[in-house]
């Protein structure tokens, strides 16, 4: 049996959600057993025969730690850690667990009526259209984790769509030297762009602005068909939720480097390709993946078999729930 702290945020940590309503059939909210824990976390304890196991996981974008977390549980899985970062009284119960990303998991009945029964079961929600807007969130802007699946790629055609940053110029740069490289060779064709709502950080620059945002599934389809897929560390040099789904859908991915540690190293020339950012770097490595077809297989393939491997939601439970059984050896 599985008890889930009823205050957290349902389109942020929907991935993980959706993993425990998989791997187990008997879930249930509230607040018995746990501290009174902020919205950006997913705390649940797992009724062993045993005994109970007290989970913690983090998908904040920054490399801090929560203090709360961090006593209450007997493992704390997060998304971003930095090297050297992990408290050292702490350091056995703090696993790395990589990217994931919203998923619709709730029809908009079941997302109206789970989003009131968990606010009621905690009334001290301080923000209670935030909490209901989450659930409301996952099920209009998000896509099942089943349309996730790989598809063969067009070699003449590259999508990429992206949001600017207020104070992520080094993200911005980036991305903007990949639509600039992707754009700038013959005999391809690029759609994409920056999404509308943030014009004002263009005012000193030349991003390209699209017209409209894509829906989700629309969005998921062009970057199917997609030659490549560009990944860069966004806010506070996070995983961003584009690893995690070009991981899952087997992408041919071009990448900045990554310092956050993983379940398992992304490796140069095996899950991934690595640049500097350069117009020059990206654009040479997109000559190479779009000639060498046995190279791109490969990325794409290795993307892929990683995912099923370390960041499938109801693996990435396992794996938490084993660690914290050894971790109680």
Known sequence: MITIYPKFDAYYYSY???????KYKNIEFSKLGFRKFHHHCLAFI???????????????DGPGFNQAGLEWSDIYAKV?????????????????????????????????????RNLIKDLHTTNYRQHLS?????????????????????????????????KEEKTNYFRYNFMKAAK???????????????????????????????????????TKKSLVAFNTPAVQGCLGWKLGEFLALGKTIISTPIDNILPSPLIHGKHLHIVDGSVASIRNS??????????????????????????????VLQRILLNAKEHDT
């Not at 997109?286 to 393939?301: A, F, H, P, V």
């Open 16 to 22: 993980y959600l959706y993993g425990l309503t998989k």
């Open 46 to 60: 797992l009724h062993d025969e045993k005994k109970d196991y007290k989970i913690y996981i983090s998908a904040g």
């Open 80 to 116: 971003n850690i930095k090297k050297d970062t992990i408290p050292k009284e702490y350091f056995e119960k703090v696993i790395p667990i990589g990217p994931s990303f919203a998923v619709k998991i709730y029809d908009l009945n079941n997302s109206i009526k789970i989003g009131l």
């Open 134 to 166: 989450n659930y409301y969130r996952q099920y209009r802007y998000r896509s099942p984790i089943k349309l996730y699946e790989p598809q063969v790629e067009d070699i003449n055609y590259i999508f990429y769509c992206a949001t600017l940053w207020r």
């Open 184 to 222: 700038s060779l013959p005999n391809l064709h690029f759609e994409g762009g920056f999404a509308p709502g943030k014009e004002d950080i263009n005012q000193y620059n030349d991003y390209p602005i699209l017209e409209r945002k894509f829906d989700h599934e629309m969005y998921l389809e062009k």
């Open 286 to 315: 997109i000559n190479l993946i779009r000639s060498d077809k046995k190279y791109r297989k490969m990325l794409s393939t290795n993307a892929r078999k990683y995912f099923l491997k370390y960041l499938e939601p109801k693996i």
